[in-house]
C-alpha cells in the first residue's frame, strides 16, 4: 500500500489567503499579511504570520524590510536563504518593474521636471549611502546610458569631475543630469548641492556637454535644482529652459 502523504495544516489557510488576494488583490491586507503571503513561497510547510511580524517589528515597515541588507536578514531567527533571496529578489524586481514604466517604443526620454524626477527615485531606491549618478542624454533628451560615478557616506559624497567628463566624452553626449540622494534625510538641496552644481556645469561646458538639472532625491520625494534655482546663469546655459 502507499505511504499516507503527512497534510500540510496550514494549507486551507494558504489556500484562502491566494483566493482571497485573487478575488480582491492587496488593497484589504495589512502589511504583516502581504508578508505572510509572500513568504509562502520560501517557508512551504511553516506558519510564516509569526515571521511576517518579526521582520515587520525588526525594521518598523514594509519598504524596510524589502531594503534590508540580504547579510542583515539572514541573522534574524527564522529567515533562511531562500527567505532572505525571495526579499531581496522582490525589492530588485519591483525597482526594474517602475524603471521600465519609463520605456516607451525601446526609448526612454526624460523631457520633463516630473518624470525625470520620479526617474531618478527608481535610481535611488533603497540605497543607504549617499551616491551621485550621471545620466547622459541627447538634444531631444532621451536617454543615452547612466552611471554612477561616485559614493560615499550617508551624508556626504564627492563629485568626481574626471570620472564626469570620462562618461560624457565615451557616451558622445550633449545634455546630462547629475542626481543624488540623501538617503537619511530631505529632498531639500543643501548650500554644497547648489555650489557644486555650478562646478559640474563648467566642467561639463569644457567638453561641450549642457547641464540640464541636477536632482536630488531625499526620503520622501525628490527636487529639482534648476526648478529651486532657476536664474543661476552660471549653472543653466540656456536660459530658456529644456522642457
Known sequence: MPENKKENPHEGHRQRVKNRFLKHGLESFEDHQVLEAL?????PKKDTNELAHLLLKTYGSIDKVFEADYDDLIKIKGVGENTASLIKFFQMLSKRYVYSTFVHDGAIRLNEPKILMNYCRTLFKGEKKEII?????????????KM???????????????????????CNCTRMVIAHNHPNGPMIPSRADIHSTSSVADQLSSVDVELVDHIVVGKNGATSIRERNPDDVNAWRNQNGFF
Open 148 to 170: 554612477k560615478i561616485n559614493s560615499g557616506e550617508p551624508n556626504r559624497v564627492e563629485v568626481p569631475f574626471r570620472n564626469l567628463t570620462e562618461f560624457a566624452i565615451k
Open 39 to 43: 513568504l509562502f513561497y520560501s517557508v
Open 133 to 145: 549618478y550621471a545620466i547622459a542624454l541627447d538634444d531631444e533628451l532621451y536617454l543615452i546610458d
